[in-house]
């Protein structure tokens, strides 16, 4: 009985580890580039091709990012969040 509850409980750990792992790969993915970063780096004066090398996105990624706010207050205008 003792060696059931023994393989039933390493199974689970085991599952949970692959789940774990399986569900972490999409985080690790770079499809995308963190706005943010590539403005804050732009205003330091760097290049499209310098910026994608630091964040490990494309010259591409980093060109999507130009322009309009990629936010979520893209819409407001003041520096004052709005009341809920």
């Given at each position: 009985m003792a060696d059931a509850?023994?393989?039933l409980g390493m199974a689970a750990v085991l599952g949970t580890l692959l789940?774990?792992?399986?569900?972490?790969?999409?985080s690790l993915s770079t499809d995308h580039v963190?706005?943010?970063v590539v403005k804050l780096q732009?205003?330091?004066?760097?290049?499209?091709?310098?910026?994608?090398s630091a964040v490990g996105?494309?010259?591409?990624d980093v060109a999507k990012c130009h322009g309009?706010?990629?936010t979520g207050n893209k819409d407001?205008?003041?520096a004052v969040p709005a009341p809920y």
């Open positions: 509850i023994r393989k789940g774990a792992g399986i569900s972490g790969c999409g963190d706005c943010n732009q205003e330091s004066g760097r290049s499209d091709a310098e910026i994608a996105g494309s010259v591409e309009a706010e990629h407001s205008t003041s």
